[in-house]
């Protein structure tokens, strides 16, 4: 039995509308590839790069639950801040996180990397500084290299000691897109 293209998007469609979904998700095509971003009742949960859905998403329902579907309408509004972002029109997300799971240090420094401008960059020293641990420079990297939310929690913003461009999950070309493009390099 085939299921018309339409009737898969009603029934998509119906299941976040009426919140039978723990984990709505969808592929988000932008100038630095194809982003697999997801949300739940709590807001956006994940965004990666040329991720495994199959795998990520595994990861995630047993953190979030299990009712798990490819539902585009339940990352609209990210998709519309990444939109903008991407075009220059956004400098700042409102969108609220999914962080759940994820233990208080990684919290707290997320929180300070959140914090970190538009346009400028900080070294991962400097935010551990900020948030009390100074010479935790390296669990800070440890933090942003497994970042669940990049872009929107902007560890591209994050550079080494010299300002030297280090490691990034996105790879380093889309971390010097995102640089340039906030005017930051």
Same mark, same amino acid.
């Not at 669990?139 to 290299?145: E, F, R």
């Not at 560890?155 to 930051?184: F, I, M, N, P, Q």
């Given at each position: 039995?085939t299921?018309?293209p ?15 979904l723990d ?10 590839g194809?982003?697999?971003?997801? %949300?739940? &009742?709590?807001? =956006?949960? $994940?965004i990666?790069?040329e991720?495994d859905?199959?795998?990520? *998403?595994?990861? +995630? @329902?047993?953190?979030a639950?299990?009712r798990v ?9 990210a998709?519309?801040e990444?939109?903008?972002y991407?075009?220059?029109r956004?400098? %700042?997300? &409102?969108?609220? =996180?999914? $962080? ?9 420094? *997320?929180?300070? +990397? @959140? ?18 641990r ?51 390099r």
């Amino acid at each position: 039995m085939t299921v018309s293209p339409d009737l898969d998007r009603r029934f998509r469609d119906a299941a976040a509308t009426l919140g039978l979904l723990d984990l709505g998700y969808d592929v988000v095509s932008t100038p630095i590839g194809e982003l697999l971003v997801a %949300a739940s &009742d709590r807001g =956006l949960a $994940l965004i990666r790069f040329e991720a495994d859905p199959a795998r990520e *998403l595994e990861r +995630l @329902a047993q953190i979030a639950g299990p009712r798990v579907l490819r539902a585009p309408r339940s990352i609209d509004r990210a998709r519309g801040e990444l939109d903008e972002y991407f075009a220059g029109r956004r400098r %700042a997300f &409102d969108l609220s =996180l999914d $962080l759940r799971a994820l233990p208080s240090f990684t919290i707290t420094v *997320l929180g300070e +990397l @959140a914090r970190v401008p538009y346009g400028k960059t900080t070294t991962y020293g400097a935010l551990a500084a900020k948030v009390g641990r100074p010479r935790a420079a390296r669990a800070v990297g440890t933090v942003m290299n497994r970042n669940r939310i990049p872009i929107v929690l902007p560890c591209h913003r994050v550079v080494g000691s010299k300002g030297d461009l280090t490691g990034y999950a996105g790879g380093l070309d889309r971390k010097v897109t995102l640089l340039e493009l906030e005017g930051a390099r």
